[in-house]
């Protein structure tokens, strides 16, 4: 059976010793963006502190800016982290799917149903994204580029298959459907819009989008 390629998303990676010290940095590391997600979500970003989060880790302000610089560098950290997280259920989605539409929404709703109950974190990035810098900025996107790379693997294999002709920009076709998936957050975030509408308005507008683009 065929299956999309994920080598973007499950880059190969050699094994390594792990130190006890390098354990304990990632146990670390861990507790305290678990505290930190809690807090963003019950607080949102500017609500939660340095200080607020290394008591709720149970640890010095110190032992955060041992792990983390800042705190949009912390809160980057966990937005990235659930992009990894997230890997094997969309690759589980796109795999079960028979063709480009199905393949694109169905990745596309296991991220929007995965982040529906941590809307307000959601909300905190859509504010930060305003005030990042520009090398936050660029570790965000490179953080986004293996999801970013599957939508144009998936229109790649759509070509492939014969089902969408190879006379369009692909670049131009892939961005225009990743800016209508993020665009899928702001009706959710600020409007209560569930998981599944999100997907079906996403959905109908791919549709027009694939429609323009049929072999």
């Known amino acids: 059976m065929n299956h999309v390629p994920m080598r973007a998303l499950a880059p190969a990676i050699r094994p390594q010793k792990v130190t006890r010290r390098a354990l304990a940095k990632q146990q670390t590391r861990e507790k305290v963006l678990g505290a930190a997600r809690q807090l963003f979500i ?29 705190k949009s560098e912390l809160f980057d950290a966990i937005l990235n982290d659930d992009l990894q997280t997230l890997a094997g259920p969309v690759r589980d989605s796109v795999e079960r799917a028979t063709n480009t539409r199905d393949r694109l929404v169905g990745m596309f709703a296991t991220i929007y149903r995965a982040h529906a109950s941590e809307l307000p974190l959601i909300q905190a990035a859509m504010a930060v994204s305003w005030t990042r810098t520009p090398e936050a900025d660029r570790q965000r996107r490179d953080a986004m580029r293996p999801v970013k790379a599957l939508v144009r693997d998936i229109l790649q294999r759509g070509i492939d298959r014969g089902e969408l002709t190879a006379k369009f920009d692909l670049r131009l076709i892939s961005d225009m459907i990743w800016d209508l998936f993020l ?33």
């Not at 340095?50 to 110190?62: K, N, V």
């Not at 509408?197 to 683009?213: N, T, Y």
């Open 42 to 70: 019950q607080h949102g970003y500017e609500g939660a502190t340095i200080r607020d989060i290394a008591r709720a880790a149970g640890m010095s302000t110190g032992a955060v800016f041992a792990s983390f610089a800042d």
């Open 183 to 215: 665009a899928g957050y702001r009706p959710a975030a600020y409007e209560g819009l569930s998981p599944d509408h999100q997907a079906d308005r996403l959905a109908a507008r791919i549709e027009v989008i694939l429609c323009a683009i049929k072999a």
